[in-house]
């Protein structure tokens, strides 16, 4: 049985890791390179880094911030914000990013995933989804950092996604980020029944029952989060010696 995954994620703004409720109400959570490697060191297993201002303000990710975290980390890295072609992938992946992330971009432009897949292999391509509930069992795609309604089904999204070629795909409920409330596992089991691909629970991480849940009860292959790691709510070591002693496979750290 392949492992679950646990991934810290740093959102960057104005090249500092910070961290909000609902996407609004930003504060700081510190450097993205020490984070980065003190996540690299106490076992995480992936990172995602996410410029979440880079679409709105119209900016392109930080490369030389991505080359400064991957010159510091042994672990895969995902990077995403603001990425809207084949050409900027290529940077981003010389420049250390193991994966990429996109979301704007791919719904202004599905071939995106087309021609990513093609040229990087699915293994590189996540679509990073960001799903609100609009009325009972239906969720809307939202871009542009949470701020806009494309009025697409999140659902329908995502199966479609992933016939294009997206090898991965990260949900984040809007409705539950930052909350700590625990995870939309009613979305998340929705969509990994009509998937085939990881699928990597986002929003709404605060205690490492929610963590469990997600995986026992909606299947997600990783869980991500945020302010629990940043600010040593949860320790990524207990985290997973938890999960372990409830029977999900994990991988082992190696010995400091």
């Not at 809307?140 to 697409?152: A, H, I, Q, R, S």
Request: charged letters at 25%; a negative charge.
């Amino acid at each position: 049985m392949l492992t679950k995954r646990i991934i810290p994620c740093l959102d960057i703004k104005n090249g500092r890791t910070v961290k909000g409720v609902n996407f609004e109400g930003l504060r700081d959570a510190g450097d993205p390179v020490e984070l980065a490697q003190r996540y690299s060191l106490e076992g995480a297993d992936e990172l995602v880094f996410l410029d979440i201002t880079a679409t709105l303000e119209k900016r392109k990710t930080l490369i030389e911030l991505v080359q400064r975290i991957s010159e510091q980390i042994n672990i895969p890295f995902t990077v995403g914000g603001g990425i809207k072609s084949v050409d900027e992938i290529e940077a981003l992946l010389k420049a250390g990013a193991d994966k990429v992330s996109l979301n704007s971009s791919i719904v202004n432009n599905p071939d995106l995933i087309n021609q990513a897949s093609l040229a990087f292999g699915a293994q590189a391509i996540v679509a990073a989804v960001d799903a609100k509930q609009v009325s009972e069992d239906k969720w809307n795609v939202f871009v542009k950092g949470g701020t806009e309604d494309t009025g697409l089904d999140a659902i329908t999204w995502m199966q479609e996604v992933e016939q294009r070629g997206a090898g991965e795909i990260l949900l984040t409920s809007m409705d539950k980020d930052g909350t700590k409330s625990g995870f939309d596992i009613n979305l998340l089991s929705k969509v990994n029944a009509l998937v085939n691909i990881p699928v990597i629970a986002s929003g709404g991480a605060g205690t490492i029952q929610h963590c469990i849940d997600a995986v026992k009860l909606a299947n997600v292959d990783a869980v991500l989060a945020a302010s629990i790691f940043h600010f040593k709510e949860i320790e990524i070591d207990d985290l997973k010696a938890e999960m372990r002693h409830t029977g999900i496979p994990v991988r082992l750290n190696p010995p400091s």
